[in-house]
């Protein structure tokens, strides 16, 4: 019995949600208002077997022919015309530029390039007065003393380019105090080195083998370099210091360095 129970609820429950389910598909339906008088009880229905003539008679809009009722709204849009909207071209989208970076000051120079700097001119200037290249009086200057013009050596040579007194006076340079300045230094430096070169052809390691050693030991050992370890290893330091400014930089009409790649 319980289940019959069951099963009769069930069976109302699914009614009633059908029921709610027609009410909410016919709430918006118009009531059809029937005017005509209802018959008399007893009265026969005209129209024999008709199954709906009662309420055809009695209402009599439902079998009249159907009135289409047209909005006025509708026209409205009597005019088939067609609308045309212009729409504005699309502006190109510019990416806007990026701020621009902020200027980045370079590092004050160390100790070290402070000394090429100040040093360049007087290098350049006296490898012109001399027919020198300045970048071979930078790498003997590299070498010798790190562009150090207040340099003294365990021997007694002094200043940027470590020339001996002994080698000053024959430049006219008689105070060896006086090669402590920059410029004398460097002066009487090139003058050597211009008169090296004269007297070994333009050959360059003997040339720097007699600045380092001295004449008399390239002399004495038939022109060549003498087997000072010290001299072998400055003849080949000085070299390639040179080749690797030769291929960083190079030198304009007016004696001047430039890095290769720039415009003079």
Known sequence: MAAAAATRRNGRIGCLATL???FAAACGARAQVCNGALPAPGA????GTERFA???RQCPALVAPAQVHRAAQLDLYGDARAVTIEMPEPKPVVPAAAPAAPAVPLPPPDAR?????????TLTQAARDNDLDPLL?????????????????????????QVMPATARRFGVADPERL?????????????????????????????????AGEGAVDKHGGNIPPYPETQAYVRDVLAVYRRLTSEFAVSAAGTLIARGETQ
């Open 20 to 22: 709610c389910v027609l």
């Open 180 to 212: 402590l300045d920059g410029e004398t230094n460097v002066r009487a430096g090139a003058a050597y080195l211009r008169t090296l070169m004269g007297r070994y052809g333009g050959d360059l390691k003997r040339v720097l083998a007699a600045y380092n």
């Open 54 to 56: 009662l309420i055809a």
């Open 113 to 121: 390039a402070a000394r090429v700097l100040s040093l360049a001119p």
């Open 137 to 161: 009086l930078h790498a003997i200057a590299h070498v010798e003393s790190r562009h150090n013009a207040q340099a003294i050596s365990p021997a007694g040579a002094r200043g940027a380019l």
């Open 44 to 47: 026969s229905v005209e129209g």
